[in-house]
């Protein structure tokens, strides 16, 4: 399902029109007392774009990690800036790249959350893409 984007219009005027599409958006639910959880998503530029921040109401902080598996050993760590290559989807899922999110209360599945991301170009433009993604307990189908 695709969700509607509100873009801001950053510091020039080709800026205006979103450069970048967010479908398939959801949060991981919670149980009492989680104190984090994780957002998942497929994410789309027509140019080439880097992820620079994330923020919601719901955490208060949120960050880009990346899992993965060394010598059967899961690792999770913090991404500085997340590369998007023009018209190439990356998705943001459990066992790879995801957002990692330290909340303020407990997520409920059939409830919303808005995730605010920034985007910065080459040239140093910058986009906000605001969204509101469903908490579940797994991906909507």
């Known amino acids: 399902s695709v969700y ?3 873009p801001l219009i950053a510091l020039s005027a080709s800026a205006a029109q979103a450069q970048v599409t967010i479908t398939e958006a959801w949060v991981r639910a919670t149980v009492p007392n ?5 957002a998942f998503m497929r994410m789309a530029s027509k140019k080439d774009t880097k992820l620079i921040s994330a923020n919601s109401d719901a955490a208060g902080v949120v960050e880009v990690h990346e899992m ?21 989807p990356l998705e943001l899922k459990a066992g790879g790249y995801h957002l ?5 209360k407990q997520l409920k599945a059939g409830f919303e959350v808005q995730i605010s991301l920034v985007f910065q170009n080459a040239n140093g433009e910058r986009e906000t893409v605001y ?3 469903p908490v579940a307990l797994n ?3």
């Open 139 to 141: 991906k909507p189908k």
């Open 68 to 88: 993965s598996m060394e010598k059967d050993i899961m690792r999770m760590r913090p991404v500085v800036g997340l590369q998007l290559q023009a018209n190439k």
């Open 100 to 104: 990692m999110m330290d909340l303020k």
């Open 4 to 6: 509607t984007l509100i």
């Open 34 to 38: 989680q104190s984090a959880t994780g």
């Open 131 to 133: 969204m509101h993604a």
